[in-house]
């Protein structure tokens, strides 16, 4: 698995957000981008995850930052996700895994002593001009804000 490093260009996606429009990493030219990839809409994990990244939107505002998450599930479900938790930002549907692969999010996983390809549960920060600023993989759920928003110095 390729990883991400700090100053690599951040890989380019055009993916389908819950409500079905299309995003773009080129949407978020001239301010930061928290970019984070989580397994499955609804499971505890990334449901703690998620609604972290919502309520530090505030916090993440101040310093120009905005967030997307990128699962492989369906725009339709990422949207119940959104309904259920208020989480008011871009949820991105990447079912064939190749953003995820651009990215090194998409690979070996051990689950019970079985080996299987899914999502790294992995965590990046883009600068303004689209440069990977810090990259954090097997992140756990509850240290994605916090390494954000250290590495941006608050």
Same mark, same amino acid.
């Given at each position: 698995?390729?990883?991400?490093? =700090?100053?690599?260009?951040? =890989? !380019?996606? /055009?993916?389908?957000?819950?409500?079905?429009?299309? &995003?773009?990493?080129?949407?978020?030219?001239?301010?930061?981008?928290?970019?984070?990839?989580?397994? #499955?809409?609804?499971? /505890?994990? +990334?449901?703690?995850?998620? +609604?972290?990244? $919502?309520?530090?939107?505030?916090?993440?505002?101040?310093?120009?930052?905005?967030?997307?998450?990128? /699962?492989?599930?369906? =725009?339709? #479900?990422?949207?119940?996700?959104?309904? !259920?938790?208020?989480?008011?930002? =871009?949820?991105?549907?990447?079912?064939? @895994?190749? &953003?995820?692969? !651009? %990215?090194?999010? %998409?690979?070996?996983?051990?689950?019970?002593?079985?080996? @299987?390809?899914? *999502? *790294?549960? /992995?965590?990046?920060?883009?600068?303004?001009?689209?440069? *990977?600023?810090?990259? %954090?993989?097997?992140? #756990?759920?509850?240290?994605?804000?916090?390494?954000?928003?250290?590495?941006?110095? $608050?």
């Amino acid at each position: 698995m390729a990883t991400l490093e =700090p100053g690599d260009a951040a =890989p !380019a996606f /055009s993916l389908k957000d819950q409500a079905g429009a299309t &995003v773009r990493l080129a949407d978020f030219t001239g301010r930061k981008l928290l970019v984070y990839f989580y397994p #499955k809409a609804g499971t /505890s994990g +990334c449901t703690k995850q998620a +609604c972290a990244v $919502r309520d530090a939107e505030a916090d993440l505002a101040k310093v120009g930052t905005a967030a997307v998450g990128i /699962s492989p599930d369906a =725009p339709e #479900k990422q949207q119940r996700f959104d309904d !259920a938790h208020t989480l008011g930002f =871009p949820l991105l549907s990447d079912p064939d @895994h190749a &953003v995820a692969k !651009a %990215w090194g999010a %998409w690979g070996e996983k051990t689950l019970y002593g079985k080996t @299987h390809l899914g *999502i *790294i549960r /992995s965590a990046f920060l883009v600068d303004e001009t689209g440069a *990977i600023q810090a990259a %954090w993989y097997k992140v #756990k759920p509850a240290d994605t804000v916090a390494n954000v928003l250290d590495a941006l110095g $608050r």
